[in-house]
């Protein structure tokens, strides 16, 4: 663990500041994932109760956030990136934090199971757990795998918002998991390519720093390439149709073509130009999975197959 001094305060914490614990930006995608999962199942629930399963997976979401705020602020007061977060910038304790993240995963799990089903509520709690626990105590700060096996964590809300719906795990809920869990790697690598000296400096083992530049250059293109079969899979199930799988193949074309130039790129080049590339990449990679589940919804709006 990096020796630093985490929680540098006192200042006077806002309402924002315990929103912020709840990583609002970085769970917005996880949320949509798990809408997407239980809306599109067979027997959605109605509006009212969809509507509360959601808020619901959400907090829980927000929960995690706040007990990876808590973990990792020693390694966040170091990180350029991090730096103002509520508990390095002495906003919020340490200890706020872990009450808050134990309480709404509490309140989280319990309202789920009551409003769905307790299958899913179960399956909330274990995501919360794998987050919390798995990822951030365990994986983040002892593997260069910590993003690859920890990026499961994202990917489990698309199968609980779907057993939100029929209380059950299926091929469809388990290939929106593949489509996230193998998109992760590639999409942090990226980050990782032009936050190298940041993650070095916390101490944080990613494969940039424990393998070197070029060593993540090919695994992105090869996560790309494992990628793309699962995404169009996904396109010739129940939840498919054309529109999606027309979608999902410029995608994956596109997220393909950017992993290999990333690949290719020189690296001595690279830091000359500031990393545009990957961080062009970076982006789109936002864009490849919210496009995606957005295709699933309009595809069971218009009709599958």
């Known amino acids: 663990m990096v020796e630093t001094r985490a929680y540098v305060g006192p200042e006077e914490a806002q309402f924002g500041d315990y929103v912020a614990l709840l990583k609002p930006r970085v769970m917005s995608l996880v949320v949509f994932t798990a809408f997407v999962g239980l809306w599109i199942a067979p027997g959605h629930p109605d509006p009212f109760i969809a509507f509360c399963s959601v808020l619901f997976i959400a907090i829980g979401g927000g929960a995690s956030g706040a007990l990876n705020m808590w973990y990792d602020a020693d390694i966040d007061a170091v990180m350029r990136r991090t730096q103002s977060r509520p508990v390095p910038a002495g906003r919020v304790t340490p200890q706020e934090a872990l009450g808050l993240g134990i309480a709404l995963s509490i309140l989280s799990v319990m309202m789920l199971g009551l409003t769905a089903n307790w299958f899913a509520a179960g399956f909330l709690a274990f995501t919360i757990f794998f987050y919390a626990v798995v990822y951030t105590i365990w994986l983040k700060r002892s593997t260069p795998q910590n993003i690859v096996i920890g990026g499961a964590a994202g990917a489990f809300p698309a199968m609980v918002g779907w057993a939100c719906s029929t209380g059950s795990i299926s091929l469809e809920s388990l290939l929106m998991f593949a ?3 193998f998109w992760t790697p590639p999409h942090f690598w990226a980050l990782a390519l032009f936050m190298n000296n940041d993650y070095t400096k916390a101490g944080v083992p990613m494969l940039t720093v424990t393998h070197g530049r070029r060593s993540a250059r ?48 020189d690296e001595t080049a690279a830091e000359g130009d500031g990393y545009r590339v990957e961080k062009r990449y970076f982006r789109f990679s936002l864009y490849y999975t919210f496009l995606h589940f957005l295709a699933l919804l309009v595809q069971h709006a218009m009709g599958g197959w």
């Open 179 to 181: 489509l996230v869990f």
């Open 218 to 265: 090919r695994h992105i293109f090869a996560y790309t390439l494992v990628l793309a079969p699962f995404a169009l899979w996904l396109g010739v199930t129940s939840v498919g149709g054309p529109l999606y799988l027309a979608v999902s193949v410029v995608l994956n074309a596109m997220f393909i073509w950017g992993g290999w130039q990333i690949m290719r790129r």
